[in-house]
């Protein structure tokens, strides 16, 4: 039971001295030298004639989160919007399937009037209608 109590005042302790740390860390100073090799950076004076680095954050853009309560109480975007774009897409789907068939099914007529007799002009206009059949099924891209 000793040794428990020890770990779990410890813990909290190395916790806290880590956040102490860590906020002195950020708020330490950086420190800026031109040297023969060119201008360094650090966290201590590097040389005599060093001088303290402002940051400029003008240019830079910062997103601060909302708080986890704050978002919370946000309404979610409505599933409606997801569900209406999943059923556009199977009505869409639905709509060019039907196509297809169509154009199937008109195909399979042309070809059985190829199949029996018919004069010369019928035979024309039925295999012109066949390759306009045929091409409006590639270029709608039907199975």
Same mark, same amino acid.
């Given at each position: 039971? =000793?040794? +428990?109590?020890? $770990?779990?005042?410890? $813990? &909290?302790?190395?916790? /806290?001295?880590? %956040? ?13 030298? !031109?040297?023969? =090799?060119?201008?360094?950076? *650090? !966290?201590? &004076?590097?040389?005599? !004639?060093?001088? $303290?680095?402002?940051? !400029?954050?003008?240019? $830079?853009?910062?997103? +601060?989160? &909302?708080?986890?309560?704050? @978002?919370?109480?946000?309404? @979610? &975007? #409505?599933? #409606?919007? /997801?569900? #209406? ?13 039907? *196509? ?8 399979? +007529?042309?070809?059985?009037? %190829?199949?029996? =007799?018919? =004069? ?6 039925? #295999? ?7 091409? @409006? ?7």
């Amino acid at each position: 039971m =000793g040794q +428990e109590a020890s $770990v779990n005042t410890a $813990v &909290p302790m190395i916790c /806290a001295s880590a %956040l102490v740390l860590l906020t002195t860390v950020a708020e330490a100073a950086i420190y800026r030298c !031109d040297s023969a =090799g060119g201008i360094v950076y *650090s !966290d201590r &004076p590097c040389a005599v !004639d060093a001088t $303290v680095h402002e940051n !400029d954050n003008s240019r $830079v853009t910062v997103y +601060e989160a &909302p708080s986890i309560s704050t @978002r919370a109480s946000e309404p @979610r &975007p #409505k599933a #409606k919007a /997801a569900e #209406k774009a999943a059923l556009k897409n199977a009505a869409a789907y639905a709509k060019h399937r039907a *196509s297809c068939a169509k154009l199937e099914q008109s195909l399979r +007529e042309v070809r059985s009037k %190829l199949r029996t =007799g018919y =004069g010369v002009k019928e035979g024309e206009r039925l #295999k012109a209608r066949q390759r306009q059949l045929a091409e @409006r099924r590639r270029t709608q891209r039907c199975g």
